[in-house]
């Protein structure tokens, strides 16, 4: 939690430092996302299949994100698209973060 809070605060200075040379600072916060790595951990598919059952009983949307989803967040705020969006924390988690 402290190194999210200390990027967010980064994020926050950079945007007025930075804002001279036309570089926006955002930070993408990815909630659970269904990767591989569980499975490298030693845990057998049953306790992967309930660590990610309990953990999705949290999110409101009831379910991991995609790295495909995260993926398309990190390129919404590096594209035009977002060319008015500078100091913000994206979160991509479900709605984790926000209940």
Same mark, same amino acid.
């Given at each position: 939690?402290?190194?999210?809070? $200390? &990027?967010?605060?980064? @994020?926050?200075?950079?945007?007025?430092?930075?804002?001279?040379?036309?570089?926006?600072?955002?930070? !993408?916060?990815?909630?659970? *996302?269904?990767?591989?790595? !569980?499975?490298?951990?030693?845990?057998?598919?049953?306790?992967?299949?309930? +660590?990610? $059952? *309990?953990? @999705? =009983?949290?999110?409101?949307?009831? +379910?991991?994100? +995609?790295? =495909?989803?995260? @993926?398309?967040?990190?390129?919404? !705020? @590096? #594209? =035009?698209? #977002?060319?008015? &969006? $500078?100091?913000? =924390?994206?979160?991509?988690?479900?709605?984790?973060?926000?209940?």
């Amino acid at each position: 939690m402290c190194t999210k809070a $200390a &990027v967010r605060s980064f @994020a926050r200075t950079w945007t007025i430092d930075l804002q001279q040379c036309g570089i926006r600072v955002n930070v !993408l916060s990815p909630g659970y *996302t269904d990767t591989p790595v !569980l499975g490298k951990i030693g845990l057998t598919e049953e306790q992967i299949a309930a +660590r990610k $059952a *309990t953990a @999705a =009983e949290r999110i409101p949307l009831g +379910r991991f994100a +995609r790295s =495909e989803e995260i @993926a398309k967040a990190a390129v919404f !705020l @590096a #594209s =035009e698209d #977002s060319s008015y &969006v $500078a100091g913000i =924390e994206l979160f991509v988690d479900g709605g984790f973060a926000q209940i």
